[in-house]
């Protein structure tokens, strides 16, 4: 199917014909089924002219005819340029005709221009790329077909197949002759066939989509079986492959031909949302659909990339991707080309493990695929070790952005010397406690913290540290549930056992507790809407850290990045990092905090600056919503998130054994068999011996 944007409306919507250029290009299908996308923007393009014609053609261009005004010869002048998006570059295409142009086509890699000569009447010109006129015919139409048609095509015999508002089909030939046929409803997308075949979807009377095609040349029409389930909201048909694609607002659909009828359906798999882009994949037997919409005011913007398998045509397209797979891609592995010559990436993610069962996973597929050269994960919670010739060793890589990063992170996550990080942002983790508990400026030991804990039960974090306490025992406030790590379900015990706990055994009021706190780039406001909330009830306490003296914050990451050292394109693998956390992709980091250290502060500055002072918000403390004025963001607020950044030390992740131990013993309190100090000295004693037979 071409696309022609209208003459009155292409310089108005001038930003909107990515939408005509993007969406699944194919060129009519001339002798090319493969889905198409054209990666661009014709804004400085259109504004050249006073109006513009466009068409894509099945060559890997952009043909259009611009018109602008010259004053000194007080006429109209038309050009017609071959734009490629490839280059970014128009070219003159020689084409000369003294009649009016009113559309064109491109067609089996000639242009084919409708004008009007003096008398009215409609010519087809038929001309090659260098200029040279090939053919010219009248048509048998006037203005009053022509002005209602909503969609015309030329075929490969050169008919003229046209559709007027009123659904009716016009197949006009080269000599004069016209059929006819009548479409049974509103025609919303048609294209013509390499093989003269008119398929189109139309709105019937009862409101339905039905698609249907029309053999023109062997006289034959058909409705392709279908239902309202399986067809709606159609924002276009295409050719491709064997047979008909179809673009649905959240779903493609592909059409066996010969069956005729739905083979198969290609939900989109929502992957999540980074700077206005909303990325998507889909598969399907021949390869991958990678998908962004881009949302600019109330218009989308829609590219579809096509990825063979073994090639993939877009590398940043991939790169965006990765962040955001979702679990129903997991052990995918796409095979990377271009920009990153031809390393492999395998993506996984481990939804339920364990931190370690997690880690072993990962190291496991470096370990036994020696031809997958990078590891991508988008799951937390787990350490990378560059250890026994498993992960490349990547000192002489790290060397030469480490003085660029933040160290306080960056040194946490190093374990015997042999981690490294491979991650471009991260989030912090902090406690806050009530002021009449905590005092504002004393910093809380490890052991005092823990003796605080034990007054009421609640979650257990294994934070990789290595001391003579018993565990770690974070306490949560009434906000367990919404600030919890873990699931609903890996989390109903122990809600239901805080909830239940008898408050004169705990010794505090339910709000005296603790509560854990996700610092985000985003949340710069926390702590001026914390406090307002909460009338300043509440102080930073922190977590315990291996230093002892000192408490403040854990930090995590949302994606990882592992090398193989047997890897012959460790050198890619690290300018796909390297890009990653470059200068750009960092400063387009929009939800956690960005690893680059000179990024970071300036993030930090933009936060405090672009507060709206005197502005009411709403925020939602468990279930609670809280009004409060902001007075803006002072530097003091900004010094506490920056040291909370700084003094980081330790990494943040659930570790599952301690989580099943504190479980088995809490169920002896529902069954009214012991107290709760009961059953923390059982949690005392057990995880005494975990420690000891792990070697913690």
Known sequence: MSHLLPINIVKRYHGFILVAILILVTGCGRKNNSVQSYVTTLDTVIDKYEYCLLDTGCRENIVYYGVNYNQSRQEYIGQIMNYTPQNKKSQLIPIETKRKIQDLRVVNDTVNLMTQDIDGAYILEIHSFDGKLLDDYKLNIDDTVFGEAVFWDIDEH?????????????????????????????????????????????????????????????????????????????????????????????????????????????????????????????????????????????????QIKRIKKGKVSDAKVLELATMYLDQDLKEKVILFNETHSDMKIHVRTYPGETSDLKFKMMVNDLYNNSDIDLVVTDTNYYRLLADNGVLADLQEYYDDIQNQMITSVVDAYR?????????????????????????????????????IAEKWSGSVYNRNVKSDTLYDLLILNDDIESYSMMTEDDWNEIITFTDKAPLEESGYDKGALLEKVVIKQNYYLWFELFKAGHNDRYTIVGYPSIKEEVTGSMFDVPALYGINSRSENKEDSWIFIRDLMGEDNQKNINDDF??????????????????????????????????????????????????????????????????????????????????????????????????????M
């Open 158 to 302: 050169k008919n003229m197949i046209l559709v007027d508002r009123h659904s009716n089909l016009y197949i006009i030939s080269q000599t004069g002759e016209i059929a006819k046929y009548k479409l049974q409803g509103e025609l919303i997308s048609a294209f013509v066939s390499s093989e003269n075949i008119f398929y189109y979807v139309v709105i019937d009377e009862k409101g339905q989509e039905q698609i249907g095609y029309i053999d023109y040349l062997e006289n034959k029409e058909d409705i392709i079986t279908t239902t309202q389930e399986m067809l709606q909201d159609c924002m276009g048909i295409y050719e491709c492959q064997d047979g008909i694609l179809i673009n649905e607002n959240a779903r493609l659909l592909r059409v066996n031909i010969n069956k005729r009828e739905i083979e198969s359906i290609f939900e989109w798999i929502d992957i999540g949302i980074d700077n206005n882009e909303l990325c998507l994949i889909t598969e399907n037997n021949e390869g991958y659909l990678i998908v962004t919409k881009k949302y600019r005011d109330s218009i989308e913007e829609i």
């Open 415 to 451: 374990y015997n010397e042999k981690v490294y990080v491979l991650m471009d942002q991260f989030e912090v983790y902090t406690i806050l406690g009530r002021k009449q508990i905590f005092q504002q400026d004393k910093n809380y030991t490890y052991k005092e913290l823990i003796n």
């Open 594 to 695: 960005p690893i680059r250290k000179e990024t970071f502060e300036e993030k930090l500055l933009e936060g405090m600056n672009t507060v709206e002072k005197g502005k009411t918000v709403s925020y939602i403390s468990g279930d609670t919503f809280i009004d409060a004025t902001i007075e803006g963001i002072s530097e003091d607020d900004i010094n506490k998130i920056r040291w909370l950044v700084y003094q980081s030390d330790q990494i943040y992740y659930m570790n599952a054994d301690y989580y099943n131990i504190i479980e088995e013993e809490v169920s002896a309190y529902y069954q009214k068999q012991k107290t709760i100090p009961e059953v923390i000295s059982l949690f005392d004693s057990r995880l005494k011996l975990y420690f000891s037979e792990n070697d």
